[in-house]
């Protein structure tokens, strides 16, 4: 962690290294005061700008995976490595998607897309795939769908 944070020009600090165990213990992809209010046992003093500029260093350093939301708020993934995710469009939970990751799926959907694309100046670096639609049951706080009872 600390040699990924230096090579992003970023320190590692207690409030770093704690905000980051909780994300690698973590699997439902918590919010910023989610983390906050799990952190804050451990480090009191902690504030919640600290918790967003911690978080911001370690998606920075390639650390975590930021997850924004046009329909809500923005998740931390402790799991860095390439993955899916689902949604849920009613509790904006988030979960892993296990099907394997493909690097190349640009390139298998539309061939010549990333170069077509970079023609235009556009340098495409990655790509983010998520499911989305609604669970049964929520898996962040196990309440149940009022439409499926």
């Known amino acids: 962690m600390r040699s990924?944070?230096?090579s992003a020009g970023r320190r590692s600090t207690r409030q770093r290294e704690e905000i980051y165990a909780?994300?690698?213990r973590s699997?439902?992809?918590p919010t910023?005061?989610?983390v906050f209010e799990a952190v804050r046992t451990s480090i009191p003093n902690l504030s919640l700008a600290t918790v967003y500029n911690a978080l911001e260093a370690l998606a920075d350093a390639?650390?975590?995976m930021k997850l924004p939301s046009s329909e809500g708020s923005t998740r931390y993934d402790g799991r860095a490595d390439g993955h899916y995710h689902l949604r849920c469009l009613r509790s904006g939970a988030v979960a892993d998607l296990s099907t394997p990751y493909v690097p190349d799926l640009i390139?298998?959907?539309d061939p010549g897309l990333?170069?077509?694309l970079g023609r235009q100046g556009f340098r495409v670096t990655g790509y983010r795939l998520?499911?989305?639609g609604y669970f049964e049951r929520c898996p962040t706080n196990g309440i149940d769908d009022p439409r499926e009872n």
């Open 107 to 109: 390139e298998s959907l």
């Open 4 to 6: 990924c944070l230096e």
């Open 22 to 24: 909780y994300l690698l």
């Open 62 to 64: 390639g650390l975590i």
């Open 114 to 116: 990333a170069h077509r």
């Open 27 to 29: 699997e439902d992809h």
């Open 130 to 132: 998520e499911v989305v």
């Open 32 to 34: 910023a005061e989610q």
